[in-house]
């Protein structure tokens, strides 16, 4: 029960200190570096989040080899997140959209590595205290998503989401996860005789998956709708940020709380992955994706319907609709590559699937987002957002009518466990 309970703190401090910036980040952008006004800030904003897309597409694998080989997960956790507490301090000095891009993919190449390992130590200690990992871990994972959502609310209620206090928050919140990381039980290394090439190493083996020509429509298709992951992140704060330049919404609770609104598609999110093994023994892959798919378009065309007054339960109703959104994609896709994929390569397929949908994905969509922002804001900076929303849904819903076009699968019931047990 101890060992539980710490790993249990982990998960909650490790999305904590990423939930304090997430999701502020890009208003925080538009407010402090629009000044002369910057044409191009919707680009850069989408770029600055691209980042973690890059950093997600080589340091995972290169930490974990480090981690597997030579020096001790918890001592490697821990420097990673002394070294994002050092870059997120240099993202508080930063005066310029540019080198926030910069200050930004530092804190994503430690940081983003943490997620991965941070799973991989709480496999590693749940198994040497006899506990049934694949029952034991979800309980553990879902205080990360609270973690997260606390965090939210805190940048929010302390008023700091416009200003840099948020990252000396992040950085000295880092800090306390790093000297948590030292009070871990040992994970130690292994000394394995067993010669694995470098392309097995980085999990490139998974690649063979692009052979069938199902699972490539797939990951192509993962790759696509992962470009959507991060849009509301990158934009959702400026968006209701901006209506406070309407006398009519000022004083709103949309606006002067817009990580607490937002915090409930987090909220959505923990309670709708309860219905993904119903939804998958019932429907299978290809309609939960499709599903999925179609809620995106909701997400997105809901926000463009929506503002902090009348139209504040559209809002609302886009926030309940992303955890349809996010976890009939991220954690059904997650489970079908598992279902897929031969057992010597599954961990490697998922390392191929998460690249795809943070890394490639991510890249596409900060690049795509910040371009349709960029087109649709004025000489004085003013945004057009329901036309930038309804761009987003209608890449959406072009995703959701060609996908069943083109992804060849059949579905049998007893294809997919009743639990979430993979």
Not at 52 to 61: D, E
Not at 101 to 119: D, E, G, H, R, W
Request: aromatic letters at 16%; one cysteine or more; hydrophobic letters at 50%.
């Amino acid at each position: 029960m101890q060992i539980r309970f710490r790993l249990t703190v982990l998960s909650f401090l490790q999305f904590f200190v990423w939930g304090i910036w997430l999701i502020s980040l890009g208003g925080y952008m538009f407010i402090n570096f629009n000044n002369p006004v910057d044409p191009n800030l919707g680009f850069k904003i989408g770029s600055t989040y691209g980042t973690m897309g890059w950093a997600s597409l080589f340091m995972p694998a290169i930490v974990g080899i480090l981690a597997d080989k030579y020096i001790r997960a918890e001592i490697l956790l821990a420097i990673c997140h002394f070294a994002a507490a050092i870059s997120l301090y240099y993202a508080s000095t930063v005066t310029t959209a540019t080198d926030m891009i910069t200050a930004i993919f530092m804190v994503s190449c430690f940081y983003m590595p943490t997620i991965s390992l941070s799973n991989s130590i709480s496999y590693s200690l749940l198994t040497k205290h006899n506990y049934d990992v694949q029952k034991s871990f979800a309980p553990i994972r879902v205080w990360g998503t609270v973690g997260f959502i606390v965090a939210e609310w805190a940048v929010d209620l302390l008023g700091w989401t416009q200003n840099n206090t948020q990252f000396y928050f992040a950085a000295a919140a880092e800090v306390c996860v790093a000297l948590y990381c030292f009070s871990l039980p040992k994970i130690e290394t292994i000394k394995s005789t067993e010669k694995k090439s470098f392309v097995t190493r980085l999990g490139l083996d998974a690649f063979s998956l692009f052979k069938n020509p199902t699972m490539l429509v797939f990951f192509l298709f993962a790759m696509l709708l992962g470009a959507a992951l991060q849009i509301t992140n990158m934009f959702g704060n400026p968006f209701l940020g901006d209506f406070g330049k309407n006398a009519l919404y000022a004083d709103s609770f949309a606006v002067k709380h817009s990580n607490i609104l937002i915090s409930l598609s987090q909220i959505s999110e923990t309670l709708f992955i309860l219905a993904i093994p119903f939804f998958l023994k019932r429907f299978g892959i290809k309609q939960v994706m499709l599903i999925s798919m179609v809620a995106w378009v909701l997400r997105f065309g809901l926000f463009g319907i929506g503002n902090p007054g009348a139209g504040l339960s559209f809002l609302v109703l886009s926030m309940i609709v992303y955890g349809m959104a996010f976890d009939f994609f991220n954690i059904s896709g997650s489970l079908f590559v598992d279902k897929e994929a031969k057992p010597e390569i599954r961990a490697s397929a998922q390392g191929l699937f998460m690249l795809m949908t943070n890394g490639l994905g991510a890249i596409l969509g900060g690049a795509f987002a910040g371009k349709v922002v960029d087109v649709f804001t004025d000489a004085t900076g003013n945004k057009d957002w329901p036309s930038i929303w309804y761009s987003f849904a209608g890449y959406a819903l072009l995703l959701a009518i060609l996908f069943p076009l083109v992804f060849k699968y059949k579905h049998r019931k007893d294809a997919i466990p009743d639990t979430l047990s993979h």
